[in-house]
């Protein structure tokens, strides 16, 4: 089973400012990683596939990055609708398709 | 308009079965791969289950083998989770979603396993 780890467990960051937020493979998924978005009391929301493509509709100011173990999501100017749980998920090599335990974005 | 709706959750004793319904529109059901996650109180995201679009191919996490069974019914769009010997650890809202990298998903159904 591939272990998806995702640090920060929480990063606290000022509205207007940027986020990185971090997902690390345990072996490489390839370029076969999503990150999606979860706000209190919703389902989650696919921002991007395949490491660095954005859904259709999802704001610009969402891009993902890396390949292999290492990939990276960045928020610039976040909105206050961005202040959410972010998780990354792998699906190179499954079952089981695996999930991060998630990166908590605050309002600092 | 892809649209999701799981119904079935409930209150059940260890022990117990349950079966999940996800009622699936606004797509060709019967060409998409349909998935079951679960998020436990307070916790992450969990894969389930998924089983393909002929159901010719069907996965389930370790957790779950042996005790929860993946179907669907394409004549009637409808994806279901038959859950059985459920463990209290078994709780969990549980989301019904399209594709095995999801971008529609249900609204979630709560399950609750406790004495």
């Known amino acids: 089973e591939i272990v998806m780890t995702q640090f920060p467990d929480t990063l606290s960051v000022s509205p207007g400012g940027r986020a990185t937020l971090s997902c690390r493979a345990s072996?490489?998924?390839?370029?076969?990683l999503a990150w999606y978005q979860q706000r209190p009391g919703q389902a989650p929301r696919l921002l991007i596939y395949?490491?660095?493509t954005r859904v259709t509709g999802i704001p610009a100011r969402f891009s993902g990055s890396g390949s292999g173990t290492e990939f990276n999501l960045t928020i610039s100017s976040l909105q206050s609708e961005d202040f959410a749980v972010y998780y990354c998920?792998?699906?190179?090599?499954?079952?089981?398709?695996?999930f991060g335990q998630g990166t908590r974005l605050d309002i600092k | 308009e892809v649209q999701l709706v799981e119904s079935g959750g409930g209150l059940v004793k260890p022990g117990g079965s349950l079966t999940l319904s996800c009622s699936a529109s606004?797509?060709?059901?019967?060409?998409?791969?349909m998935t079951w996650v679960r998020q436990a109180p307070g916790r992450g995201l969990e894969w389930v289950s998924s089983?393909?679009?002929?159901?010719?191919?069907?996965h389930q996490s370790d957790s779950v083998k042996g005790r929860f069974t993946v179907s669907r019914d394409n004549a009637k769009n409808l994806l279901f989770l038959h859950m059985t010997d459920l463990r209290v650890e078994d709780t969990a809202v549980y989301y019904c979603?399209?594709?095995?990298?999801?971008?529609?998903w249900g609204q979630g159904t709560t399950v609750i396993v406790s004495s």
């Open positions: 979603a399209r594709d095995h990298v999801p971008r529609h």
């Open positions: 606004g797509f060709p059901f019967n060409s998409f791969p």
């Open positions: 089983i393909e679009g002929t159901s010719t191919y069907i």
């Open positions: 072996q490489s998924v390839a370029g076969n």
């Open positions: 395949a490491a660095s």
């Open positions: 998920q792998q699906y190179n090599k499954w079952p089981p398709i695996t």
